[in-house]
């Protein structure tokens, strides 16, 4: 009688194939997640494209450049991880955030002035009867990937479905938490009209998007869409979806002008002397959509902060400010609601209207919502975190309350 296999033995060709099935499946994911990523990053300016930004002001040595240096943009190794290990322990909420579900039915009829704020900076302005989607991001994550990358707090408040007919969507750059390949990809046939800073468009491009509906825009140009003037605002940030294409793409905030109504866009900025000059040329606006959240002393020079978008508003000439990209994304080392309860705070002092929507919420001139909404938590204020632009004239930091 032959003797028989022991039990190890008989183990040995299924770890064998176990091992070999995960590392096929591994590869295989690696593969799938590997074009997954270069979707998302999207695609260079290349040919006529790149050559009109070779003519742009704003660029030098074949990159966009602010108009004044970055000394803090939170590029170090420390920051980064910073970022992964500390912060506040009230980074993300603990419980359900209170959203306003809206659909279709809400916005049968334009409205004069509405903006309704769909979480961080994805708004939908709505003035003189032309309605433009402003940084669509309904994706999970604001990351290359849906398995990684810092994943949103609440599912949209809007499903796209829901959306009205558009005028043109607008971008204000080209990072992840402000331009989403999902998104874009289910509004490319969808919008007449996609208005974006110089560069952008190649990413639009590779993601369905007709050429013919992009207008590129550098800083000051301008596009008419349903009736109003989209303007291109000068703003003190950067860009880039991988690691080889940093500015490579302009950054830019947004002047929406009607006949009657005027709404500001700040886009993701550090403070700077031209918000001034937006506010001469282009103001006074009934309403502001200021970044507030995001902010660190380490990427001062890129973000604002609460105090200092309070600034903004002052500068541009605006009626009633709302603060934007806050609420959605862990995106910061500081707790979530300490963006509301700053700006809350400097508008206090410099005697600032100011709005707080929920998520899903709209804002027009009959409905302004002022009652904090979310939970008290502790913060730190301006004067335990201070988050200063470098480079600002006297002038320009005694705006900052």
Do not use: C
Request: aromatic share 8%; hydrophobic share 45%; no cysteine.
């Amino acid at each position: 009688m032959a003797d028989r296999p022991s039990r190890a033995g008989r183990r040995w060709p299924r770890l064998l194939g176990l091992l070999l099935a995960v590392a096929a499946a591994a590869v295989a994911g690696a593969v799938v997640l590997r074009f997954a990523v270069d979707d998302a990053l999207g695609a260079g300016p290349s040919g006529d494209r790149l050559d009109r930004i070779g003519r742009s002001p704003h660029v030098r040595g074949g990159r966009f450049v602010n108009t004044l240096p970055t000394v803090s943009d939170g590029s170090s190794i420390g920051t980064f991880w910073d970022f992964l290990q500390g912060g506040s322990p009230w980074r993300r909420p603990r419980r359900p955030v209170p959203v306003v579900a809206r659909t279709a039915a809400d916005f049968a009829e334009p409205a004069d002035l509405r903006v309704t704020w769909l979480g961080h900076s994805t708004l939908l302005i709505e003035v003189d009867g032309s309605r433009v989607l402003v940084d669509p991001v309904w994706g999970e994550r604001a990351a290359p990937a849906a398995v990684f990358g810092v994943e949103r707090f609440y599912p949209p408040p809007l499903a796209l479905s829901g959306l009205p007919p558009l005028d043109a969507v607008v971008i204000s750059h080209d990072h992840y938490d402000h331009l989403d390949m999902p998104t874009v990809e289910a509004l490319a046939d969808r919008v007449p009209r996609w208005v974006v800073p110089l560069g952008v468009g190649a990413h639009l491009e590779a993601w369905g998007v007709d050429p013919s509906r992009i207008t590129e825009l550098d800083w000051w140009e301008e596009a008419e869409v349903g009736g109003v003037r989209l303007v291109s605002t000068p703003a003190r940030h950067f860009s880039g979806r991988g690691l080889g294409d940093r500015n490579a793409t302009l950054w830019s905030g947004w002047a929406v002008v009607g006949p009657e109504h005027r709404v500001f866009y700040s886009g993701d900025t550090a403070l700077m002397p031209e918000f001034a000059e937006v506010g001469e040329r282009l103001g006074p606006f009934d309403m502001t959509l200021i970044e507030a959240g995001a902010y660190d002393a380490a990427w001062a020079d890129v973000h604002l902060g609460p105090e200092q978008a309070v600034a903004v508003h002052r500068m541009v000439r605006g009626e009633l400010m709302v603060p934007v990209h806050w609420g959605l994304f862990d995106l910061a080392l500081h707790g979530w609601t300490e963006p509301a309860e700053r700006v809350l705070s400097a508008a206090g002092r410099a005697e600032v209207d100011v709005a707080f929507p929920r998520p899903g919420e709209s804002v027009t001139p009959d409905a302004v919502p002022t009652e904090p909404w979310w939970p008290e938590v502790p913060w730190q204020t301006a004067i335990e975190t201070p988050a200063v632009s470098t480079g600002l004239p006297d002038s320009v930091r005694a705006l900052v309350p």
